[in-house]
Each structure stands twice: as C-alpha cells, then as structure tokens.
C-alpha cells in the first residue's frame, strides 16, 4: 500500500524557472524527510520536517510541511542544471521506519 | 568516515542461484535497512533491525532473509533467485537527528537475475 503519493511523476524545465513538487498522504506521519537521488548512487538526505506549518529553506530550495502533517511541498526557484534529479518523500511511521513516495523526476534544462 | 558501504555493486544471477549482499556503516547507527527501487515503485522495505540482535520485516520480505551480524554489519540473502527480484537494492542507517529519522544510504547493488 502506497501512504505517500508525489505529483507530478515527471517534470522538464529549462533552467531559471520555478517549480513546486507535492507529496501527499491521508496518514499523519511524525516528520517528513526530503532526499534527492542522482543516477547510480543512492538518494541524499535534503531535510527533515517535524511540525505542523513548518517551513525550511536550504538556498533555492523550500520545505512545507502541512499544518495537519499529511502533505508536504518541496519547491525550486531560479532552476538549474546541477538540481536535476529523483526527489523522494519519506513519511516517518513508527518503530523507526520510512514509507517513501514514489518520487518525481526532475530534468532542468539548460 | 566511509558512511554506508555495499558489496557487491553489480550481480547477475542466473534464477535459483543463492547469493548476499554485504552491508556496513561506521556511523555507529543502531538501526540498519534494506530497501529495493523499481521504476515507478519507488523505495520499498524489504527488512530492517532496529538495533544489534532484532530484526523484523518490511513491506516485501517475501523471498529474503537478514542478518544482523553485528552493530555495523546488515547482510541480505537471496536464497533462490528468481526473475522479480532483479532491482537496485540499497542498504541505509539511520540515527534520530532533530527529533526525527534521518537515513543514510550505500551506494547500492544493481542485480539481474536472469
């Protein structure tokens, strides 16, 4: 059973534009963590969420947990080439395990 | 510092060939995971071990087994290959950072079996 659903599956841009990445569940999760995965290597872990409302920006990068803690956004400004990649959401559950998304497919253009 | 490392990186396997996948960090994390990505189907858990001596299974532990060996070490076997188990498996660890989970992964091993 998939708990984490990320839209859009798929996302070409030409570099410079924004863009915004959801994921969404209708579990709570404990916190919500963002990892970016390059070709043949294993994904990286951007961000950690844990409350309701937070946001976190990383340079071009901002985090959005949801007030409710079921949903999540991760969205790019100003776009470039070195930030194409699979972005994974990963909900927290208990006993210290990760659900994760099936993750969205980047490709900036240049 | 080396993280988490995997052995092998490539394996092909003919169906019904045993095999394991080596795992190990040296982040002195107490738990360890194995995971399987599929196109589309993004990471799905396989088996994990809280911590040294306990280990219990995932979302898709059919066909696999683990051993915890010890705090470092967390090996995967494949004891009869068959044609779905072809995956990219990655190996992570975890520690509680900021008040929540933060997962570090190998590299992975790419296997085919055929």
Redesign the interface.
């Known amino acids: 059973t998939?708990l984490?659903e990320q839209s859009p599956?798929f996302l070409s841009i030409q570099e410079g534009e924004n863009l915004t990445v959801y994921c969404n569940s209708s579990s709570v999760f404990?916190?919500l963590?963002w990892y970016r995965q390059e070709p043949?290597?294993?994904?990286?872990?951007l961000v950690?969420v844990?409350t309701g409302g937070e946001v976190k920006k990383l340079k071009r990068l901002t985090f959005q947990f949801g007030d409710a803690r079921k949903d999540s956004s991760l969205h790019i400004t100003a776009a470039q080439t070195g930030d194409t990649g699979l972005y994974?959401c990963?909900g927290?559950t208990s006993?210290?395990?990760?659900?994760?998304?099936?993750?969205t497919q980047l490709t900036v253009n240049p | 510092n080396a993280g988490v490392t995997q052995t092998p990186k490539f394996q092909v396997l003919k169906t019904g060939q045993s095999m394991t996948l080596q795992c190990a960090q040296d982040m002195n994390h107490n738990s360890m995971y194995w995971y399987r990505q599929d196109p589309g189907m993004g990471l799905r858990l396989i088996y994990y071990s809280a911590s040294e001596g306990t280990t219990d299974k995932g979302e898709v532990p059919n066909g696999y087994n683990v051993s915890r060996l010890n705090k470092r070490e967390f090996s995967l076997r494949l004891e009869s290959a068959a044609p779905s188990q072809t995956s990219v498996y990655f190996c992570a660890s975890s520690e509680v950072g900021q008040g929540a989970i933060e997962q570090y992964f190998g590299p992975g091993t790419r296997l085919t079996v055929t």
Do not use: D, K, N
Request: avoid cysteine.
């Open positions: 998939q984490l599956q404990s916190s963590q043949g290597e294993g994904p990286v872990l950690t844990v994974l990963a927290e006993g210290s395990r990760l659900t994760f998304g099936e993750g």
